[in-house]
Antibody, heavy 122, light 111 residues
Framework: QLQLQESGPGLVKPSETLSLTCTVSGDSISRSSYYWGWLRQPPGKGLEWIGSIFYSGSTYYNPSLKSRVTISVDTSKNQFSLKLSSVTAADTAVYYC??????????????WGQGTLVTVSS | QSVLTQPPSVSGAPGQRVTISCTGSSSNIGAAYDVHWYQQLPGAAPKLLIYANSNRPSGVPDRFSGSKSGTSASLAITGLQAEDEADYYCQSYDSSLSGSVFGGGTKLTVL
């Protein structure tokens, strides 16, 4: 059974960079024909897609966050990572990693991590 | 403001049928991109409930069904149960934004 697990600091200071890692188990990132994505959910609010990466390193990002986001993949560790720079309180959210599956007209998130709360505060 | 529009809340009594709408535009749902639905129980991660407009992943009861027409989609839940009380989100792809977009979510209350 595919499992995803987010890890990283739960508290980040304003203006600093948020860094999270997602460890995938139950399948190999490099063997699969899937994208792997990051999403977030501010407390009490809805879901927002941040960006996604293919095992080859090909990425695409939410235009509203693109200038601050970098997603990378480490196939040797079966992990992919998120970096979000210049964070503010508005970036406080539960961050999820997920498998991004489906064809060009049917992209969806079929496996999710449990989520990790990141608070931006001094 | 979310790209896809959902009602903030719906409610129904046990055993009843409820529907949740998801309205988009010509750059997402109307552009033939599929709609997917997620169920988020309190304190839990979202779970894929319906994919590609009307398909249920293994293990999802057939009380849940989805449909799509034009620039809108709907999620129907029949035989409401207390355990269905959750937030529901629709999701699609938007060609103008070149990425995945979500509805604002609908809170289902089972009376």
């Amino acid at each position: 059974q595919l499992q995803l697990q987010e890890s990283g600091p739960g508290l980040v200071k304003p203006s600093e960079t948020l860094s999270l890692t997602c460890t995938v188990s139950g399948d190999s990132i490099s063997r699969s024909s899937y994208y792997w994505g990051w999403l977030r959910q501010p407390p009490g609010k809805g879901l927002e897609w941040i960006g996604s990466i293919f095992y080859s390193g090909s990425t695409y990002y939410n235009p509203s966050l693109k200038s601050r986001v970098t997603i990378s993949v480490d196939t040797s560790k079966n992990q992919f990572s998120l970096k979000l720079s210049s964070v503010t309180a508005a970036d406080t959210a539960v961050y999820y990693c997920a498998r991004h599956s489906g064809g060009s007209y049917s992209r969806r998130f079929d496996y999710w991590g449990q989520g990790t709360l990141v608070t931006v505060s001094s | 403001q979310s790209v896809l529009t959902q009602p903030p809340s719906v409610s129904g009594a046990p055993g009843q049928r409820v529907t949740i709408s998801c309205t988009g535009s010509s750059s997402n749902i109307g552009a033939a991109y599929d709609v997917h639905w997620y169920q988020q129980l309190p304190g839990a991660a979202p779970k894929l409930l319906i994919y590609a407009n009307s398909n249920r992943p293994s293990g999802v009861p057939d009380r849940f069904s989805g449909s799509k027409s034009g620039t809108s989609a709907s999620l129907a839940i029949t035989g409401l149960q207390a355990e269905d009380e959750a937030d529901y989100y629709c999701q699609s792809y938007d060609s103008s934004l070149s990425g995945s977009v979500f509805g604002g979510g609908t809170k289902l209350t089972v009376l």
